[in-house]
């Protein structure tokens, strides 16, 4: 089980001077109303909340929301009011709580499309924190990597859920880290041949894969390096559920998926991502129609990077390239666009193009 200091050298690692009181404070009542109540997987049911703040804490969030996350479910699954929590920790943590608990009441049955997004624009109007939605996908996030324990019913419409509502709300908040393993987490239990002949797949050929990137990865170090190009780099293999939709819609093999295998090179600035863009195409065959400028037009989530695909003795792979700060609105989506002031989460001021982007989401 995570331990309470963990936690707390993680806020203060991203927030010093942060009311670390106030998370202590939030663990001793968790673990006072929860005592005595079992997960399903026999586990006290202190471990969610614990795991849930300390994958707040991950995201960076401050001392409020993580103290939420050790509180999250206490008004819904044992005897305190929300008057109780307003009272013992201020109204900032007691109005997320309950914006939590009012999202875990509604009941999602529909499976049509149409009604799926009007649930996620529904559940985006209600939050007038963000760090409600945050708390939800955390929230989200460990009771999918524990599902297994749950019967076979209930497994299926938490996945499904899950798939339909919560990964493509993350996508929409441009959350690529939570989206990616939310989705992969319900593909295995919504279709799990499928998942498990992919996986199988993958797995035959993760070793040479992994080789394969380690030496690509070195290549293009040193090449950016004789280039004066700043760089930081990172290597993965697709997801598997992204991998799976590729084939489905594209009706091909593993081995025409040209983004596969991928390499991330992240610089300082805008003109040395062209830079690097040219390097890459002067030491690899770039793959005709591949190229895509998010920079010069990002997303609609307002992603941005160069993306382009190229071939390296007979094997594609995808190149991304961002600057640092595109990195982080990349991975942390929607918590990038908000900094803290006065002790409150408030839009940034030199982000007014997100902000607005973001209130359009709910139109």
């Known amino acids: 089980m995570i331990r309470l200091e963990q936690i707390l050298d993680r806020v203060d690692k991203h927030h010093p ?17 929860h005592k005595g109540q079992v997960r399903a997987s026999g586990e006290p049911y202190l471990t969610h909340p614990l795991e849930v703040a300390n994958l707040l804490a991950e995201m960076k969030m401050d001392a409020v929301t993580v103290s939420v996350g050790l509180l999250h479910d206490v008004v819904e699954d044992t005897l305190v009011s929300l008057e109780k929590i307003e009272e013992l ?19 999602f049955t529909s499976k049509e499309a149409k009604q799926a997004e009007n649930f996620r624009k529904m559940l985006l109007a209600m939050t007038d924190d963000i760090r409600v939605i945050m708390v939800k996908f955390a929230d989200r996030l460990h009771n999918m990597r524990t599902l297994a324990y749950l019967p076979a019913d209930r497994r299926q419409a938490i996945a499904r859920e899950t798939m339909e509502i919560y990964a493509p709300l993350a996508n929409r908040l441009g959350m690529g880290k939570v989206r990616g393993e939310l989705e992969d987490l319900a593909f295995s239990y919504i279709d799990p041949k499928a998942y498990q002949e992919l996986k199988e797949i993958v797995d035959r050929k993760r070793r040479a894969h992994e080789a394969f990137l380690a030496q690509i990865t070195k290549i293009v170090e040193d090449k950016m390096k004789e280039h004066d190009v700043p760089c930081l780099t990172e290597s993965r293999i697709k997801r598997l559920y992204s991998v799976h939709q590729k084939l489905k819609k594209q009706r091909i093999t593993t081995d025409q998926v040209f983004d596969l295998l991928a ?6 600035n805008v003109k040395n991502c062209y830079a690097a863009l040219g390097v890459i195409h002067n030491t690899w065959s770039p793959v005709p129609g591949r ?8 997303r609609p989530n307002m992603y941005q990077s160069l993306h382009t695909s190229v071939i390296a003795g007979g094997q594609p792979f995808e190149v991304q390239i961002r ?41």
């Open 17 to 33: 001077g942060d009311n670390l009181e106030l998370v202590r404070r939030a663990y001793i009542f968790s673990a006072k109303e």
């Open 89 to 107: 920790f201020g109204s900032d943590v007691a109005h997320i709580v309950d914006g939590v608990t009012k999202i875990s009441q509604i009941q």
């Open 263 to 268: 390499i991330r090179i992240i610089t300082d």
């Open 291 to 298: 190229i895509k400028d998010f920079i010069a037009m990002p």
């Open 323 to 363: 600057t640092a700060e595109m990195h982080r609105i990349a991975e942390k989506g929607i918590a990038a666009h908000w900094k803290y002031k006065d002790g409150k989460l408030v839009a940034d001021g030199r982000e007014d193009k997100r902000i607005s982007w973001l209130r359009q989401l709910v139109e």
